[in-house]
């Protein structure tokens, strides 16, 4: 299971970097079971030299983690206006009319949808989460429960017709199966349609020292050239990328059909190409380009528990801010438990009266901030920072400040 490549069976796996054993970072307890065993699960990322694709081992199952979710998209304002521009962009690009079908795979709580239904465009979200798909309905969003396979996307074909456009955010990292997966998506697309991507970036990855964002939900970590590979796996060509700031960087993919590619399509853009480029020159297509993460992070784990204990000894309180997946990665990693961080906060009232996964920090309603007046904000959600350092600017009026851990430790006013 460790030894073999998902997407082309190579057995040919080099280490990038280990993280010990975690829970699943998503796995939020209750009260009642804290005194219940948890277990964890080796977190290795690997990276295959045949086909270049970074991969952690399918050790759980996306049915353990997504049939019922704790992240709803709605609660971030700018991922909410992110997919808006999305929307409005390739309505304009595609010249998507009132005749038009999207779908969107792993649709959430409709948080871009909405923008499609807002237009008057037939849409369908396929959302796997019974308990988020249910808040995208009520919003008016069509949703069907399910995970999307190959016979699950023929069966929407069949029953919806073919989408002009299917959309994949946040979602091609997900699937232990993505070469069902991708079959999946091909099975959606019209034979002239579009299938757009947007997927965390390896190369930013590596560069900005982001590990927190390796976790088991995320099954694998793309450059642009491991996911021509693996789109090209399902029956879709990459014709185009673009890199966007989300997540800490990410790329968005644009493919198509492979025989429509083949027949007349669009040869692959200069972005597409010069991205390539970056990659292949940052040696990410080769495992010596690897070589030294897993120090990087060793620093990064160091200063934090070096922050904090100094802090704890000087009598200054740090509490944190958000509950993301990520922000348990980079708490169970670097040992922080209740001692050195009592409580975090998080916008979304699922997560209130939980603790989080491994360090079992408490959860708590934004507002706890203001009540305690903390010396430090330990902000886990790194990646919503021009977001955040707004929403917590009346930190400042007690003198306390922010503590960003990512990509090395920073503590700003």
Known sequence: MTTTCRLCGSQDLVSVVDLGATPPCERFLTAEQLDEPEPTYPLHLRFCVDCHLAQLPPLITPEE??????????????WVEHARRFVAGAVERLGLGPDAFVVEVA???????RHVVERGIRCLGIEPAANVGAVARERGVPTLTAFLTPQTGAQVRAEHGPADLVVANNVYAHVPDVIGFTEGLRALVADDGWVVIEVQHLLTLMAGNQFDTIYHEHFQYYTVDSARRALASGGLALVDVERLPTHGGSIRLWARPAEAVAADGPAPSARMAAVLDEEKAAGLHEPAGYAGFAERVAKVRRDLLRFLIEAAEQGRTVVG???PGKGNTLLNFCGVRPDLLPYTVDRNPYKHGRYTPGARIPILPPER????RPDYVLVLPWNLRDELVAELSYVREWGGRLVFPIPELEVVS
């Open 107 to 113: 649709s959430n709580d409709g948080y871009l949808l």
């Open 369 to 372: 901030i203001a009540a305690d």
């Open 321 to 323: 801010y958000g509950a």
């Open 65 to 78: 983690t997504f049939t019922e979710y704790a992240y709803f998209s709605s609660y971030s304002t700018s």
